[in-house]
C-alpha cells in the first residue's frame, strides 16, 4: 500500500490524479493500493466527456431547428437513455420515445411536463425553452 512518503506523490507529472485500486496479492488476498491515472487514462476520459459534450451541443442544434422536442436534449445533457429515462420519470418506453418528436411534446399536459422537470431538476420554463 503506499504512503505519502512514497516519492510518486511528489512528482509533477502524476499531478493529484489518485486513484484506489482494489486488486489480490500473490498469496491471493485482497489489498487496496493508490495509483494514479496515467497520460492514457487522461485521454481516454477527455475523449469520452468530448463525445457527450458533441452529443449534448448535437441535440441542443436539434431542437433548435425544431427536429426533436427539449426532452432529446436534457436527456443527453443528463447522460441518460430512453430507457433510463422512462425509467426514472415513470413514463413508459414507448411514450418516453413518442414526446421525443416536437409536435407530440407541444400537445403534453402539464402533469407530464412536470414528471420530466422532477427527472432533470429543472423548471418548467427551462423544459420549454433550450437556450
Same mark, same amino acid.
Given at each position: 500500500?503506499?504512503? #505519502?512518503?512514497?516519492?510518486?506523490?511528489? /512528482?509533477?507529472?502524476?499531478?493529484?490524479?489518485?486513484?484506489? %485500486?482494489?486488486?489480490?496479492?500473490?498469496?491471493?488476498?485482497?489489498?487496496?493500493?493508490?495509483?494514479?491515472?496515467? !497520460?492514457?487514462? *487522461?485521454? %481516454?476520459?477527455?475523449?469520452?466527456?468530448?463525445?457527450?459534450? !458533441?452529443? %449534448?451541443?448535437?441535440?441542443? /442544434?436539434?431542437?433548435?431547428?425544431?427536429?426533436?422536442?427539449?426532452?432529446?436534449?436534457?436527456?443527453?445533457? #443528463?447522460?441518460?437513455?430512453?430507457?433510463?429515462?422512462?425509467?426514472?420519470?415513470?413514463?413508459?418506453?414507448?411514450?418516453?420515445?413518442?414526446?421525443?418528436?416536437?409536435? %407530440?411534446?407541444?400537445?403534453? *399536459?402539464?402533469?407530464?411536463?412536470?414528471?420530466?422537470?422532477?427527472?432533470? #431538476?429543472?423548471?418548467? /420554463?427551462?423544459?420549454?425553452?433550450? !437556450?
Amino acid at each position: 500500500m503506499c504512503d #505519502n512518503s512514497n516519492p510518486v506523490y511528489k /512528482d509533477p507529472r502524476h499531478g493529484q490524479s489518485r486513484e484506489l %485500486i482494489y486488486s489480490y496479492d500473490k498469496d491471493g488476498n485482497f489489498e487496496k493500493t493508490v495509483g494514479f491515472h496515467g !497520460e492514457t487514462d *487522461r485521454v %481516454i476520459l477527455q475523449q469520452a466527456w468530448d463525445h457527450f459534450h !458533441e452529443r %449534448i451541443q448535437l441535440a441542443k /442544434d436539434q431542437v433548435l431547428a425544431g427536429k426533436v422536442s427539449p426532452v432529446v436534449y436534457y436527456m443527453e445533457k #443528463n447522460l441518460l437513455d430512453p430507457l433510463s429515462l422512462s425509467m426514472l420519470s415513470g413514463i413508459s418506453l414507448w411514450r418516453v420515445k413518442r414526446h421525443f418528436k416536437p409536435f %407530440i411534446f407541444n400537445r403534453l *399536459r402539464e402533469k407530464t411536463l412536470l414528471k420530466y422537470t422532477a427527472t432533470f #431538476n429543472i423548471s418548467l /420554463d427551462q423544459l420549454k425553452k433550450v !437556450e
